[in-house]
């Protein structure tokens, strides 16, 4: 079954003049027990998409959505109370900054028993307030924190960027998701510590079939952690499939570019020779160009690219190009 | 021995462990080390977090002083507190680099404050840098009265570069700046190094975890592990053929993750 089947979401700037669409017509589908990475450089609308996912944006913003169906259910026939409820039941998110999410007066201990489930409490108070802190060590053993007693003593300053990141994934577990988000969870931390954090995400997909999606703007970082990737691009979708087929079959002239891109440690490319690179930069929402908004910095841009190109699909992997790369492999 | 840029002898820090009673403790976080680098010639230093990489990028900046040893800038010994004879020939980019730029100065004003800092050049002459150096890191002249944030992510990149080699210096350290750079961002940074380095001549000392980039941009390499060296030589030749298991774990991690596709 699918857990998330999104059509057409699109979200709007308001502002004084005529608004500005931030992300434009993205789809996105899920399966039960998937990891799916969210990829595409700083600026593409992914944590904007995820935001829009578990409704937390404010009221600048205006979201419209063709469809949105969760494990089946038809979301858009429910009232937004309704609605709010059944996502904040099922899905969690993390963010970049742990340390700026966690309140730097509280222990951790005491923030993790806050956000402990009072449904699976129960009892008199002070046997709640017992079960609290045994469920808030459990919390702490799920994401392999082995000195539980030290570490709920702590303050969020006292312990590393790692570590703070496994206390935030264990307050997201407390109210057991569906789905947890991940918007750039390691992007602030050194390369050595981003491993452990998503060995964690994939024994926690394994054991608990708990789904994820799992942003960032580095698409080689997350292929190893990932069954399927969706790729966006200033707002706009761009690419869908298996992770093979994304690293390496890509259909669309970004995804190319960015597996391109990055010199790897085993590929034969000269040494100090030149990297292939798209010129320029993501354009800003104040200047987003008409049509194919990867148009100016596509190798492969044509006249037709000032029309906005339609998703093609070749069984399941989807791509949004006028001039896809399908037929360069034979 | 003719072409050696920079010289490196000895060089160790250790730092008082500030937890225990009367500082008996020490920590060393370097030991001694030396090494050399020609002109043209990248550097890289590998190692886990703690390994002591960002202390030796700080010991030859001169950001902090060295406990032993010295370090030679063609031939000539670089006195620990002379920070204007180092500060020009030995510059550093951080990582975050692109918002550590002061926002209240325009890009010349920017420009300008190490050239008044450490030349006496007047102010035509400064001017004519700037233009010149805006333009070796692909920005236009007119930037110059721009200010930082009306530039892009990796425009600012660009301009941190541009302030580290307007004092057309000899050796450039880079910790760990293109970690978190987006990938096409970075692979246009990484040829505009490439490009500088040709040009002028340049040195860099590449600090990365990212074994892909270290191949790609560097000649030799140097593997630290909790402050000590564990392998120093050609860059292919460590990767190809690793002599310490720690090496080859840190290769086999990343080799799995990309092979695995
Ligand atoms: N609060 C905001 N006000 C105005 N623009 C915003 C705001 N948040 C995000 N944006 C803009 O929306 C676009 C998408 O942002 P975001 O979703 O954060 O991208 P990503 O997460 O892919 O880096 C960017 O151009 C960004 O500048
Ligand atoms: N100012 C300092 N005072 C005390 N110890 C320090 C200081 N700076 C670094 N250290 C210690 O030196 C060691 C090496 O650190 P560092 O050079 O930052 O490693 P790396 O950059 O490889 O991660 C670490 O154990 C660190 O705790
Ligand atoms: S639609 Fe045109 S501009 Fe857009 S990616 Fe395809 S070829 Fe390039
Ligand atoms: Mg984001
Ligand atoms: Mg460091």
Redesign the interface.
């Known amino acids: 079954m699918n857990l998330i089947d999104i059509r057409n979401l699109s979200i709007e700037l308001k502002t004084a003049t005529k608004p500005i669409l931030a992300v434009d017509h993205v789809n996105l589908k899920m399966r039960e027990g998937e990891v799916r990475g969210l990829v595409g450089?700083?600026g593409s609308g992914k944590s904007l998409l995820a935001q829009a996912i578990i409704g937390v944006l404010d009221e600048k913003w205006q979201v419209h959505v063709d469809r949105f169906h969760w494990r089946g259910q038809d979301l858009m026939r429910l009232s937004p109370e309704e609605r709010k409820a059944v996502i904040t039941k099922d899905v969690a998110m993390i963010f970049q900054e742990p340390m700026a999410c966690l309140d730097p007066t509280a222990t951790i201990g005491e923030q993790l028993e806050e956000a402990v489930d009072v449904a699976q409490l129960s009892g008199f108070f002070w046997q709640k307030r017992q079960q609290r802190k045994l469920a808030a060590m459990n919390l702490l053993h799920k994401v392999g924190i082995k000195k539980h007693q030290a570490c709920v003593k702590s303050f969020p300053h006292q312990l590393t960027d790692a570590l703070c990141q496994r206390v935030m994934i264990a307050m997201a577990l407390a109210r057991r998701p569906i789905l947890l988000i991940a918007d750039e969870p390691t992007?602030?931390m050194?390369?050595?510590?981003q491993?452990q954090i998503f060995r964690l995400l994939a024994s926690l997909n394994q054991l608990k079939n708990m789904s994820i999606l799992l942003i960032s703007?580095?698409?080689?970082n997350v292929?190893?952690w990932t069954n399927t990737i969706t790729v966006m691009y200033s707002g706009q979708f761009v690419e869908a499939g298996t992770?093979?087929q994304i690293?390496?079959q890509p259909y669309h002239p970004y995804t190319r570019?960015?597996v391109d891109?990055?010199?790897?440690?085993?590929?034969m490319?000269p040494?100090?020779?030149?990297?292939?690179?798209?010129p320029g930069?993501?354009p800003?929402l104040q200047h987003l160009p008409i049509g194919c908004r990867l148009g100016p910095r596509c190798p492969r841009a044509q006249q037709k690219c000032v029309h906005a190109p339609k998703i093609k699909s070749y069984h399941d992997h989807q791509v949004s190009c006028h001039f896809p790369l399908k037929d360069s492999y034979s | 021995m003719s072409n050696v840029l920079l010289q490196v002898v000895n060089l160790s820090k250790s730092y008082k462990d500030k937890n225990y009673w009367l500082n008996r403790r020490c920590i060393n976080a370097l030991e001694p080390l030396s090494f050399n680098i020609e002109a043209h010639k990248t550097l890289a230093i590998v190692g886990e977090t703690g390994s002591g990489k960002s202390t030796l990028a700080k010991l030859l900046v001169g950001a902090e002083l060295p406990s032993t040893g010295h370090i030679r800038l063609n031939g000539q010994t670089l006195e620990p507190g002379n920070f204007k004879q180092r500060c020009q020939h030995i510059r550093m980019i951080f990582q975050d680099s692109g918002t550590t730029l002061n926002p209240s100065l325009t890009i010349e004003q920017l420009l300008d404050e190490p050239l008044q800092l450490n030349t006496d050049l007047d102010e035509l002459e400064r001017y004519q840098l700037i233009r010149e150096t805006l333009q070796k890191v692909g920005l236009l002249a007119e930037h110059m009265n721009f200010y930082p944030h009306m530039f892009s992510g990796g425009q600012k990149q660009r301009i941190s570069l541009a302030r580290a080699i307007i004092l057309q210096p000899q050796v450039i350290i880079l910790d760990e700046a293109l970690a978190s750079l987006d990938p096409s961002l970075r692979s246009q940074m990484i040829n505009l190094l490439l490009d500088l380095q040709q040009q002028m001549g340049l040195a860099f000392i590449l600090i990365s975890h990212n074994l892909g980039i270290v191949r790609h941009f560097s000649d030799e390499m140097m593997v630290l592990y909790k402050g000590k060296v564990l392998e120093l030589g050609k860059t292919t030749d460590i990767l190809q053929n690793p002599q310490h298991k720690h090496t080859k774990k840190l290769i086999m991690s990343q080799r799995f993750q990309l092979l695995n596709r």
Not at chain 1, 217 to 220: G, K, N, Q
Not at chain 1, 261 to 267: G, L
Not at chain 1, 271 to 278: E, I, P, Q, V
């Open positions: 450089e700083s992007a602030a050194e390369s050595t510590n491993g703007h580095d698409l080689e292929t190893h992770t093979e690293f390496n570019a960015l891109s990055s010199p790897k440690a085993s590929s490319i040494n100090k020779s030149r990297l292939m690179t798209l930069s993501i800003i």
